[in-house]
């Protein structure tokens, strides 16, 4: 129950978690470990009287399962990258499945051995139920740090993905040990626990799907109306992880315990199916704002986790001394055991796969040592039954304090031993070394910062915002830097290669203004951006002449499967095939008319070229060529279907028309000339006058259509 006190506590929690943000910050250390350390300083303040309401609120395994577990896996994974993900997808479920599994035998096996050689008899199901739990990672700091001191995008990837997919493994093999800890093993009982795994994955999987393709077909129905399609999207990640546990329930009830869907792999294929796919059907107002308001409620659950851990530790009523064993021989066997399910699964690994797929042996250190532990584990842990009774069991303390303790010991091992060391290690094994291409881009980069900056102190010199002292001061220094970034390098093809990226990425963002204004589908969107991101990667491989023309790529696998599926149920018409292509065609003019600009800026605005003249010249000729044929397509079809075609014209162009009405408003708005009583009835009169226009442009068009 939520009392005034507890949720004054709860408050209370949040403020110093900001705190503890920024004085980590300042003094570069992963948050966790500082709200950690916090969350053990509360305990002997919390026995005082006037903090006592900080033991009013603590974490239950409802308020974990439920509330904060749906939004840490929605967080991670709707910003994951689905192309990479599936790319490096044979490493990172071979690290999911198979080395979380050879990681929880091995901690059940040994700790069983160990405690024995103590005079500890615990039951080896209880040890493997503690390897069960313990053994699922958690990236939250880690990828922090990965990010801080510079690791591999493809490092950062296999982390996130191994930590997201093993989540689920983790849930599944839990909840079939606890089973067989309440209801006796045998035969029997570990071939429904195998089938029962298998349904928690392959149903899992599919229900993700579901609920993903449903939400996101929703949110694209209510795209203009943010508040509906924004809601939808808030609303995912828990509808689909508790309509996972109503299912469940409703097969328990009907003694069909055996089918279960794992919850958390539901939620996080709905997740990556929304951020892959569903996410561009909402606007990039809304998309921003989910975005950052995800960020931020993963922050606040994670805070108020780790903040907890500590006063977690004091509730349980056991001599803590008495353990210390335990507690030691726990964590070196979670440690080794981490070791030896990278290191046995990725060596043999290594040997069957092509050079591109490996992984190397540095990184497989870096995961071996990043393997902190964290929020699953203690959900996991806290689902125990206080009561459980397990036969062989000897010790005055219940099973569930015994794990609480050594859980909680292994959490705080790798927060505040193996965190502090990541990047010492990475700096030891070069992990963050700049590749040849990287630091091609960063001297471009400088050249593009210091020319940016020389034009712009001469424009506030002119205007008088910048004393003219000053002004030339600063103006030769970023001269100077200018000029030597612009030197040659000795590995002129990186700087190609940097070169063609830059470009590509501005035809990515002049694609998300396309978006923005309505002047593309989604549809086309997905095509032109799957065609440019496979561009890039071909790129960053060493390909500098990648093909412009292939739009297919088996990593997206979400576009893929709804690209099959609409084949086969909304085949489109032909006027609407036409109207795609032209679309299509428009965007692609678009695109390289934009990036002819960008090259003739980067030859001429800085007063020196950024890039060699060559490149640039070359570049020039390429886009000049697209730009030219889409010119020409273009035409033809206008041409062979000028009804279709006019009908398209005139509609973008009373879109473009209402943007500008639309945006002027605003400013008015903002300028206070316009009341906003005023400012709504006005925009919407240019709005109905706008779609008033279309309207009878599309009707003229349909007509004219069947007659072309």
């Not at 539901?266 to 909402?282: D, E, H, P």
């Not at 030219?628 to 009908?647: D, M, N, W, Y």
């Amino acid at each position: 129950m939520l009392t005034a006190s507890a949720a004054f506590a709860l408050f209370v929690m949040l403020a110093l978690a900001s705190g503890v943000y920024f004085i980590a910050e300042r003094l570069r250390i992963p948050y966790t470990v500082l709200l950690t350390f916090t969350g053990i300083l509360l305990v002997p303040l919390s026995v005082l009287e006037p903090f006592a309401f900080l033991r009013d609120f603590s974490l239950t395994p409802e308020l974990l399962f439920y509330i904060f577990l749906p939004t840490l896996i929605f967080e991670s994974a709707y910003n994951m990258n689905l192309r990479r993900v599936v790319q490096d997808s044979p490493s990172i479920m071979l690290l999911a499945i198979v080395g979380y599994l050879v990681s929880a035998f091995a901690i059940g096996g040994a700790l069983w051995f160990v405690f024995s050689l103590i005079g500890l008899e615990i039951p080896f199901m209880v040890t493997l139920l503690f390897g069960a739990l313990i053994s699922a990672t958690d990236p939250v700091a880690v990828l922090a740090l990965f990010k801080e001191f510079g690791a591999p995008r493809r490092l950062s990837t296999i982390f996130e993905g191994e930590s997201l997919m093993n989540d689920a493994t983790a849930l599944a093999l839990f909840v079939i040990i606890l089973g067989l800890i309440e209801h006796g093993v045998s035969v029997g009982a570990l071939g429904t626990g195998a089938l029962s795994f298998t349904i928690m994955l392959v149903g899992g999987t599919a229900f993700g799907i579901l609920c993903g393709a449903v939400v996101s077909w929703t949110t694209g129905l209510f795209r203009h109306n943010e508040l509906i399609a924004v809601s939808l999207m808030l609303v995912l990640a828990h509808l689909t992880f508790i309509s996972s546990e109503l299912i469940n329930e409703y097969f328990r009830h009907h003694h069909l315990a055996y089918i279960q869907l794992s919850p958390i792999i539901a939620t996080t294929i709905a997740s990556l199916f929304m951020g892959a796919y569903g996410r561009f059907k909402i606007t990039p107002q809304a998309e921003e704002f989910i975005e950052k308001f995800w960020s931020q409620f993963a922050f606040m659950a994670n805070s108020v986790i780790f903040i907890l851990l500590g006063l977690l530790l004091s509730t349980v009523d056991a001599d803590l001394s008495l353990l210390a064993w335990p507690i030691v021989l726990s964590v070196l066997v979670v440690a080794v055991a981490r070791a030896l399910s990278v290191y046995g699964s990725l060596i043999p690994f290594n040997a069957l796969v092509p050079e591109r797929l490996r992984v190397s042996l540095d990184w497989q250190h870096m995961l071996a040592w990043g393997s902190l532990r964290g929020a699953l584990a203690l959900m996991l842990v806290l689902l125990i039954p206080g009561d459980l009774v397990v036969p062989g069991w000897t010790l005055a303390l219940p099973v569930k304090d015994f794990l609480i303790v050594i859980t909680i010991a292994c959490i705080f091992a790798t927060l505040f031993i193996k965190a502090p060391f990541v990047g010492p290690i990475m700096r030891r094994l070069k992990i963050n070394t700049l590749t040849s291409l990287e630091c091609a881009a960063r001297d471009r980069a400088r050249a593009i910062v210091h020319g940016t900056t020389v034009e712009r102190l001469r424009s506030y010199s002119e205007k008088g915002y910048v004393p003219p002292s000053v002004g030339k001061e600063l103006g030769e220094s970023h001269t100077e830097r200018f000029s030597s970034s612009c030197t040659p390098l000795d590995a002129p093809e990186m700087t190609e290669r940097a070169l063609l990226i830059y470009l590509l990425g501005r035809e990515k963002e002049v694609l998300k203004e396309l978006l923005t204004f309505d002047e593309v589908t989604e549809r086309i969107y997905k095509r032109v951006a799957a065609k440019l991101s496979t561009q890039i990667e071909e790129v960053e491989r060493g390909n500098v002449h990648p093909d412009p023309h292939a739009t297919y790529d088996y990593r997206d696998v979400f576009e893929n499967l709804a690209e099959f599926l609409r084949d086969i149920f909304m085949p489109d018409s032909l006027d609407n095939a036409i109207r795609e292509e032209y679309l299509y065609l428009r965007a692609q003019e678009i695109l390289s008319r934009k990036v002819v600009k960008e090259i003739e800026r980067l030859q001429n605005e800085f007063g020196a070229p950024v890039f060699p003249q060559v490149f640039l010249d070359r570049a020039h000729v390429r886009y000049s060529e697209f730009l030219t044929q889409a010119q020409e397509k273009r035409a033809s079809l206008a041409q062979r279907f000028p009804g279709i075609v006019t009908s398209l014209d005139h509609t973008l162009a009373y879109r473009s028309v209402y943007r500008v009405e639309e945006a002027v408003l605003g400013e008015l708005a903002h300028r206070d000339l316009i009341t906003p009583k005023l400012h709504a009835a006005m925009l919407g009169e240019y709005r109905d006058e706008a779609q008033s226009r279309s309207l009878k442009v599309k009707r003229a068009g349909s007509r004219l259509s069947i007659n072309e």
